[in-house]
């Protein structure tokens, strides 16, 4: 079964502090590695897809990283309107059953203090 | 603007009454997906239409939750006798043809049962 882990739960950053998030993820084999940020009350909304290991994707003060077993998410010297939470979900390889779906980890709640 | 468009976007219902949902994607050619999320939790899948076949149910999705999706364009999710582990932030979301391509949410639902 796939299984995606966030670590912080909750990160409280002062504006301009940088800092990382994590996403651990377990996967018979990865289609692809999806981040979203959520605002309360809102649908999520697409960040970054990475493929494979080693791929790197920027946005903004946003920088999203890949590894064989986790990805990351940097925030360089994040603003108040970063605050939100940020997921993480996976799709895995194949085309039977649960390999269209994403599994998604609980999230990491950021708060960028002014 | 996602491309997906979600009504209502509140509900509140009386335990043990029925209540619908429907999502309406910009696109009639996509995979259309119903995720639940509770307080804290990311997404959880329930089910996945491929135009107008619905392809994977969750074992989330009791007897009592049932989707649809006429002609492959909106769909319905309908949840009978309500019960109040329903509550939740109901998303729908789509994904172009291609597998590998990210999933865009809706705004979602709130569904409060009383």
């Known amino acids: 079964e796939d299984q995606v882990t966030q670590s912080p739960e909750a990160l409280r950053l002062q504006e301009g502090e940088s800092s990382s998030l994590n996403c651990s993820y377990t996967v018979s084999g990865l289609r692809g590695l999806f981040w979203y940020r959520q605002d309360p009350g809102k649908g999520p909304e697409f960040l970054f897809t990475l493929y494979s290991a080693g791929e790197e994707k920027e946005k903004e003060r946003l920088k999203a990283t890949l590894t064989k077993k986790e990805s990351f998410l940097h925030i360089t010297a994040p603003k108040p309107e970063d605050s939100a939470t940020y997921l993480c979900?996976?799709?895995?390889?194949?085309?039977?059953?649960?390999?269209?779906?994403?599994?998604f980890g609980k999230g990491t709640k950021l708060s960028v203090i002014p | 603007d996602t491309g997906v468009s979600q009504d209502p976007r509140h509900k509140i219902t009386k335990r043990g009454q029925n209540v619908t949902f429907r999502c309406d994607p910009i696109s009639e050619h996509n995979r259309l997906y119903w995720y639940r999320q509770t307080l804290g939790q990311g997404p959880e899948f329930l089910t996945y239409f491929q135009n107008e076949a619905q392809l994977e149910k969750s074992r989330l999705l009791s007897d009592r939750f049932s989707a649809e999706r006429p002609k492959g364009s909106f769909s319905t999710l309908e949840i009978q006798r309500t019960e109040q582990g329903d509550s939740a932030m109901y998303l729908c979301?789509?994904?172009?043809?291609?597998?590998?391509?990210?999933?865009?949410f809706g705004q979602g639902t709130r569904l409060t049962v009383v």
């Open positions: 979900a996976v799709q895995p390889l194949g085309t039977g059953a649960g390999s269209y779906q994403l599994t």
């Open positions: 979301a789509f994904k172009a043809v291609s597998a590998n391509t990210e999933a865009f």
